[in-house]
C-alpha cells in the first residue's frame, strides 16, 4: 500500500503544484472569459489523459515515447508564449491578455495529459497479477493510491490557497519558478527521447545530462517544493512585520485580517509540502 501511494504522490506532486500556482493567479489575472479558458484546458487535459490511458492499454498505436516528446514541445512553446504575452499584455491589451490565457490553458492540459496517465493505468497493471479486484492485495494497493490522491488534492489545493492569499506577484513568482523547474525536466527528458529514438545524434554530454535528469529527476520535485516553502516562510515573517497605513480602526481590523489568513494558509501549505 506504500508504494503505491509514494508512486502516486511522485507521479502527481508537480501536476498538483502547477495546476494549484496557475488557478492562483488566473484569479487576478484574468477576467471571466480567461477563466472559462484554464477551466477548459483542465477539462481537455482529463479527456485527453483518460483516451490516452485507453489507447496506451488496449491497443499498440500509442508510441508513449514520441506522444511525451510532442507534450514537452508543446508544454515549453506554450510557457514561452505565456511569458511574452505576459510581458506584452499592457501593449497589446485585449489580445494579448486572452493568448496568455490560452497559452495558460494549453499549459495546464499537457501537464495532465503527461502526468495522470501513469496512474490511471495503476488498476490495469495490477490486475495483470491479480485474478480478481476483490483480492486483498488489490484492495491494498488500491488504497495506497487513493491516499496518495487524497495527499496530492490537499498539496494542490493548498498550493492553490497560499498562492491566491500572498497576491497576483507571488502568485505569478511562484507559477513561473515552478513551471520552468517542470521545463528543465521535460527538456531533460526530451533529449532522453531523442537519443533513444536516434533522432539527434548521440554524444557523451548530451548522454550524461539525459541520463543525471533520469536519475536524479526526483530532484526536480523537491526544487519546485522549496521554492514554494522559501516564499511561504516569507510571507509568515512579513506578516509579523507588516506595517500598512490605515485611517480608521475597521481599516486596520482588515488590514490585520488580511495578514492573519496569508500567515495560516502559508502554515498549512508548508505542513502539506513537508508530508
Same mark, same amino acid.
Given at each position: 500500500?506504500?508504494? @503505491?501511494? #509514494?508512486?502516486?504522490? +511522485?507521479?502527481?506532486?508537480?501536476?498538483? %503544484?502547477?495546476?494549484?500556482?496557475?488557478?492562483?493567479?488566473?484569479?487576478? &489575472? @484574468?477576467?471571466?472569459?480567461?477563466?472559462?479558458?484554464?477551466?477548459?484546458?483542465? !477539462?481537455?487535459?482529463?479527456?485527453?489523459?483518460?483516451?490516452?490511458?485507453? $489507447?496506451?492499454?488496449?491497443?499498440?498505436?500509442?508510441?508513449?515515447?514520441?506522444?511525451?516528446?510532442?507534450?514537452?514541445?508543446?508544454?515549453?512553446?506554450?510557457? #514561452?508564449? $505565456?511569458?511574452?504575452?505576459? !510581458?506584452?499584455?499592457?501593449?497589446?491589451?485585449?489580445?494579448? +491578455? %486572452?493568448? &496568455?490565457?490560452?497559452?495558460? &490553458?494549453?499549459? &495546464?492540459?499537457?501537464?495532465?495529459?503527461?502526468?495522470?496517465?501513469?496512474?490511471?493505468?495503476?488498476?490495469?497493471?495490477?490486475?495483470?497479477? +491479480?485474478?480478481?479486484?476483490?483480492?486483498?492485495?488489490?484492495?491494498?494497493?488500491?488504497?495506497?493510491?487513493?491516499?496518495?490522491?487524497?495527499?496530492?488534492?490537499?498539496?494542490?489545493?493548498?498550493?492553490?490557497?497560499?498562492?491566491?492569499?500572498?497576491?497576483?506577484?507571488?502568485?505569478?513568482?511562484?507559477?513561473?519558478?515552478?513551471?520552468?523547474?517542470?521545463?528543465?525536466?521535460?527538456?531533460?527528458?526530451?533529449?532522453?527521447?531523442?537519443?533513444?529514438?536516434?533522432?539527434?545524434?548521440?554524444?557523451?554530454?548530451?548522454?550524461?545530462?539525459? *541520463?543525471?535528469?533520469?536519475? @536524479?529527476?526526483?530532484? $526536480?520535485?523537491?526544487?519546485?517544493?522549496? $521554492?514554494?516553502?522559501? !516564499?511561504?516562510?516569507?510571507?509568515?515573517?512579513?506578516?509579523?512585520?507588516?506595517?500598512?497605513?490605515?485611517?480608521?480602526?475597521?481599516? *486596520?481590523?482588515?488590514?490585520?485580517?488580511?495578514?492573519?489568513?496569508?500567515?495560516?494558509?502559508?502554515?498549512?501549505?508548508?505542513?502539506?509540502?513537508?508530508?
Amino acid at each position: 500500500m506504500l508504494t @503505491y501511494m #509514494i508512486k502516486t504522490t +511522485e507521479q502527481l506532486i508537480l501536476m498538483a %503544484i502547477l495546476l494549484g500556482s496557475t488557478f492562483a493567479y488566473r484569479r487576478y &489575472a @484574468y477576467d471571466d472569459r480567461g477563466k472559462k479558458y484554464c477551466q477548459f484546458g483542465v !477539462i481537455v487535459g482529463v479527456v485527453s489523459a483518460g483516451l490516452m490511458t485507453y $489507447f496506451k492499454i488496449y491497443t499498440s498505436k500509442v508510441d508513449t515515447g514520441l506522444w511525451n516528446l510532442r507534450i514537452y514541445a508543446i508544454s515549453i512553446a506554450a510557457l #514561452i508564449s $505565456f511569458i511574452v504575452f505576459t !510581458i506584452l499584455k499592457k501593449r497589446t491589451k485585449k489580445a494579448g +491578455e %486572452i493568448a &496568455a490565457a490560452v497559452s495558460m &490553458a494549453t499549459l &495546464a492540459a499537457m501537464l495532465i495529459l503527461y502526468y495522470l496517465p501513469p496512474v490511471l493505468e495503476i488498476p490495469h497493471t495490477v490486475l495483470l497479477t +491479480e485474478k480478481t479486484i476483490l483480492t486483498t492485495n488489490f484492495l491494498l494497493k488500491m488504497s495506497g493510491v487513493l491516499f496518495g490522491v487524497t495527499l496530492i488534492l490537499a498539496e494542490g489545493v493548498s498550493v492553490y490557497k497560499g498562492s491566491a492569499a500572498a497576491g497576483k506577484s507571488i502568485a505569478l513568482a511562484y507559477f513561473l519558478a515552478v513551471a520552468l523547474v517542470n521545463s528543465a525536466k521535460y527538456a531533460a527528458l526530451a533529449f532522453s527521447v531523442m537519443l533513444a529514438k536516434r533522432i539527434i545524434k548521440s554524444n557523451h554530454t548530451m548522454f550524461v545530462f539525459s *541520463k543525471y535528469a533520469s536519475n @536524479y529527476s526526483d530532484w $526536480f520535485i523537491y526544487i519546485a517544493l522549496l $521554492f514554494f516553502l522559501v !516564499i511561504q516562510i516569507g510571507l509568515i515573517l512579513k506578516s509579523y512585520r507588516a506595517n500598512e497605513p490605515y485611517n480608521n480602526p475597521a481599516e *486596520k481590523r482588515k488590514i490585520t485580517a488580511k495578514w492573519r489568513k496569508r500567515r495560516k494558509w502559508a502554515v498549512i501549505t508548508i505542513i502539506c509540502s513537508v508530508i
